[in-house]
């Protein structure tokens, strides 16, 4: 089915706030990796807003704006978060900051929701092996006379569970949540064989391209053939 999309950021007095909670895993160890250990997720409970519709798609996921509010350390007045957000008394002026995010949702629904659970953890779970292993490569990176004075770092995921009662579903919602990046994202590699040519990218961006497949090779050696992250943007 068509996407419709919708490109400009919206009008975030007009949607409403909604409680859901927030789910993230910790990093991982290559001892970790390798015997596929997973670590507990760690869960909160957060406010967000999310747009209507997505300003944009690729061939398994569509993207939505959204925003996570935080409110102040001792709550708002008229009881806790949750049960005020669907009550419909907590205001976005009650928060003490907000932070603008970009949910992704896969457009293909599930068969069930324990499924759609399944298929967004395991993308946390591939980030969170991604980023365990970036931290790895920087700290070794750092004590080699090759040193470009850069460091490569990945956009933790979150996962995001709308319950049924707060998101107006049959089913819980469930999204994957990162903060929103500022600027235009440029593909170096893929998971086959492009690799971008340097002279197509500006002279600050050209070391990165050598930064990427450096550490897709320290990947590859650091789990002793187990696995290998690919496919790289920035």
């Known amino acids: 089915a068509e996407v419709h999309l919708v490109a400009g950021v919206p009008d975030w007095s007009s949607k409403p706030l909604l409680s859901c909670t927030v789910m993230k895993n910790e990093l ?3 001892a970790d990796i390798k015997d596929w250990v997973t670590k507990e997720t760690e869960r909160r409970s957060a406010l967000i807003q999310v747009a209507d519709a997505p300003f944009a798609h690729g061939s398994v996921r569509k993207a939505y704006y959204g925003r996570r509010h935080f409110p102040p350390a001792g709550g708002v007045s008229g009881g806790s978060c949750a ?3 669907t009550s419909g008394s907590v205001h976005v002026g009650d928060m003490e900051s907000s932070e603008d995010v970009v949910l992704k949702e896969y457009i293909k629904d599930a068969t069930s929701p324990q499924l759609d659970r399944y298929r967004y953890l395991v993308d946390l779970e591939v980030q969170s092996v991604a980023a ?3 931290l790895e490569f920087n700290k070794r990176l750092e004590k080699t006379t090759a040193n470009p004075g850069r460091h490569l770092r ?4 979150k996962l995001v569970m709308i319950p049924a009662s707060a998101g107006g579903t049959t089913g819980p919602r469930f999204l994957a949540m990162e903060k929103q990046f500022r600027g ?8 086959y064989k492009f690799v971008r040519p340097e002279e197509s990218v500006s002279a600050s961006m050209a070391p990165c391209v050598d930064l990427a497949m450096a550490f897709s090779h320290f990947t590859w050696e650091y789990t002793t053939q187990y696995c290998l992250v690919c496919d790289l943007q920035g």
């Open 83 to 85: 049960s005020s957000v």
């Open 132 to 134: 365990s292993l970036a």
């Open 184 to 191: 235009e994202m440029v593909k170096l590699t893929n998971n």
């Open 28 to 30: 991982l160890s290559r």
């Open 154 to 157: 990945f956009l933790m995921a």
